[in-house]
């Protein structure tokens, strides 16, 4: 998809990964709608780019209606939305409160749902649209000590995968971004410095990587080329694939925090 003049809704937009992505898509041509929780932070960005910045708490449905009309009676229809916003606390199963598994289920799940819920009957009876989430590798694969941050994304990943299954034929395409080591301040302590983010990117590299699938329409964004190696791995020989994130696991938990 060409993004020149389109409506491009991104969601958690105030920084990182997000923020990036808006400036990206502006300078694509799009018409840009930063989106985040903190509205000042997405009303910053948005000047920056000569968009409209919305506060939107994604985890509520009733917050991401009202974001999408606000977008259409402003700017008119939404043609790329970019379910990009997401959260990663909690540890083992036994110790992370139930209330850190909802909050991470609205945000990095039923956030893409209600995403999905506002813009694509419109995207239909258009004949076309652009549905962007972030997953992780953590979704594909899985990733050491935050169990809730890995059951979600992996949602994540069976939703995109769906929507693209399904819709394609009716004018729809989807990308998902499954990013490794970004410079966000998700990351940090020991995974930080650890192999298992692989090279550790900017912002604003990815950024440049999602335009790119969605110029090509491309579903699958990958940030490191290793990624695609332990994927392969991990189809071919899951026990062995196990063994090695025990390991792995096994460091991280032994390794000073910082």
Known sequence: MDLRNRVAVVTGAASGIGAATAR????????????????????????????????????????VNALVAEVERSLGPVEVFYNNAGVATGGDPLETDLDVWQSQWQINVMAHVYGVRAVLPGMLERGEGYLLHTASMAGILTTPG???????????????????????????????????????????????????????????????????????????ILTDPVAQTWMERHTNDIERWLNGMRRLSGKLASAPSE
Not at 29 to 56: F, P, Q, S, Y
């Open 24 to 63: 990206a898509f502006a300078r694509e041509g799009a018409r840009v709608v930063t989106a985040d929780i903190n509205g000042d932070g997405a009303r910053a960005v948005a000047a920056d780019i000569d968009g409209l910045g919305i506060a939107c708490d994604v985890g509520d449905e009733a917050s």
């Open 146 to 220: 935050n169990v809730p941050y890995a059951v979600t994304k992996h949602a994540v990943v069976g939703l995109a995968e769906w929507l693209a299954l399904t819709y394609h034929d009716q004018g729809i395409r989807v990308s998902m971004l499954a990013p490794l080591g970004v410079r966000t301040p998700m990351l940090s302590g020991a995974m930080a410095n650890s192999s298992a983010v692989g090279d550790v990117k900017e912002p604003e590299e990815v950024a440049d990587m999602v335009v790119s699938a969605i110029n090509e329409e491309r579903f699958l």
